[in-house]
């Protein structure tokens, strides 16, 4: 997913991971593991200051970037 206003790129990963980089040049910002199994889903709330994140283990987490 990409911040609609901020230099942020959220992807979801085969293993569970979140990682967060900078659009602008791909730096590491944040890893997480926040999911047991796959991420389907990666999105931006509509206030821009969260994101949802689905995943394959059955669970919905939200975090404050």
């Given at each position: 997913a990409v911040h609609p206003e901020?230099?942020?790129v959220a992807i979801g990963c085969l293993d569970g991971t979140?990682?967060?980089r900078k659009k602008?040049?791909?730096?590491?910002i944040r890893e997480l593991?926040?999911?047991s199994d796959y991420i389907n889903?990666?999105?931006f709330s509509p206030c821009k200051k969260y994101i949802?994140?689905?995943?394959?283990?059955y669970f919905l987490k939200i975090y404050d970037h």
């Open positions: 901020e230099d942020l979140l990682i967060l602008s040049n791909g730096e590491l593991k926040p999911h889903n990666v999105s949802y994140i689905v995943s394959n283990d």
